[in-house]
Nanobody, 123 residues
Framework: QVQLVESGGGLVQAGGSLRLSCAASGRSFSSYAVGWFRQGPGKEREFVAGISGSGRTKYYADSVKGQFTISRDNTKNTVYLEMNSLKPEDTGVYYC????????????????WGQGTQVTVSS
């Protein structure tokens, strides 16, 4: 069983940066791949970035490549999403999700989900 808690969201001006954290409870966190997703106003939830359990493999949606960076610190059971050059279209609720299988952690089929953190980018 894995419990996930996101933090770090907030209100930021366009061009600004935020770092989101996804803190996990439970043992063997390094066995789980983690994905970040977001859901903008009136939009479906979409995949943003993912990272393997070891941290060696990372995945990004085309829309955030070069803008967002995912990383993890397994000693702290935490995955981070560094977001730079934020745009109003990056506004939404950001969720992290975990699954034993990377193929699931990067899709809506992930087993464990956090409650989300709101990111609002003003123009």
């Amino acid at each position: 069983q894995v419990q996930l808690v996101e933090s770090g969201g907030g209100l930021v001006q366009a061009g600004g940066s935020l770092r989101l954290s996804c803190a996990a409870s439970g043992r063997s966190f390094s066995s789980y791949a983690v994905g970040w997703f977001r859901q903008g106003p009136g939009k479906e939830r979409e995949f943003v970035a993912g990272i393997s359990g070891s941290g060696r493999t990372k995945y990004y949606a085309d829309s955030v490549k070069g803008q967002f960076t995912i990383s993890r610190d397994n000693t702290k059971n935490t995955v981070y999403l560094e977001m730079n050059s934020l745009k109003p279209e990056d506004t939404g609720v950001y969720y992290c999700a975990a699954d034993y299988f990377t193929s699931a952690a990067t899709t809506d089929k992930a087993e464990y989900w956090g409650q989300g953190t709101q990111v609002t980018v003003s123009s």
